[in-house]
T-cell receptor, first 116, second 110 residues
Framework: GAVVSQHPSWVICKSGTSVKIECRSL??????MFWYRQFPKQSLMLMAT?????????EQGVEKDKFLINHASLTLSTLTVTSAHPEDSSFYIC????????????FGSGTRLTVV | DQQVKQNSPSLSVQEGRISILNCDYT??????FLWYKKYPAEGPTFLIS?????DKNEDGRFTVFLNKSAKHLSLHIVPSQPGDSAVYFC?????????FGRGTSLIVHP
């Protein structure tokens, strides 16, 4: 089945530094990738939708200059958290729509970001 | 305003019994509905889905029911197993973009 590989699975960084999270579709081409953020005991909140070769579409309230999304190829999308602060600590998950079959989405394994 | 609601944050069930997880939505434009299972510190994994033109979809122990008039769907797990213990997210999709509920934590006791 379709697999999305997400790295790193966890990262600890200092305030003010930047962190890059990668998501790769391993056996299919992901023209659209979704980036989510999940706080404890809360839902997956859509941050942005990225389409290969074009600018990402950000949800209301998400700072595009802080959360940089790049989708330069059909198999790779990256999320960079710039100038990270402790309040950015969260669980970030990417998802790709599997074009064939149905409306199903495949999720990455998630990245636990802790900013100290 | 939540468009997809899972009003029960948790559910506890005895092994072998039926687990019923509920989900309500408000947007009548949603045309596809999905259930995902999630373990801590992992990404969600797809479980089962249903199109808005159907009212039932079954896959092994998992059955999803859709009541469009009530804007309600439910996931039935029969029989429940301890390995089913996880957080279950309901998602509703419009134009291929899913909106997730907050999840229901299911605990199946041996």
């Amino acid at each position: 089945g379709a697999v999305v590989s997400q790295h790193p699975s966890w990262v600890i960084c200092k305030s003010g530094t930047s962190v890059k999270i990668e998501c790769r579709s391993l056996d299919f081409q992901a023209t659209t990738m979704f980036w989510y953020r999940q706080f404890p005991k809360q839902s997956l909140m859509l941050m942005a939708t990225s389409n290969e070769g074009s600018k990402a579409t950000y949800e209301q309230g998400v700072e595009k200059d802080k959360f940089l999304i790049n989708h330069a190829s059909l198999t790779l999308s990256t999320l960079t958290v710039t100038s990270a602060h402790p309040e950015d600590s969260s669980f970030y998950i990417c998802s790709a729509r599997v074009q064939e079959g149905n409306y199903g989405y495949t999720f990455g394994s998630g990245t636990r970001l802790t900013v100290v | 305003d939540q468009q997809v609601k899972q009003n029960s944050p948790s559910l506890s069930v005895q092994e072998g019994r039926i687990s019923i997880l509920n989900c309500d939505y408000t947007n009548s434009m949603f045309d596809y509905f999905l259930w995902y299972k999630k373990y801590p510190a992992e990404g969600p994994t797809f479980l089962i889905s249903i199109s808005s033109i159907k009212d039932k979809n079954e896959d092994g122990r998992f059955t999803v029911f859709l009541n469009k008039s009530a804007k309600h769907l439910s996931l039935h797990i029969v029989p429940s197993q301890p390995g089913d213990s996880a957080v279950y997210f309901c998602a509703a999709s419009e134009n291929y973009i899913p909106t997730f509920g907050r999840g229901t934590s299911l605990i199946v006791h041996p």
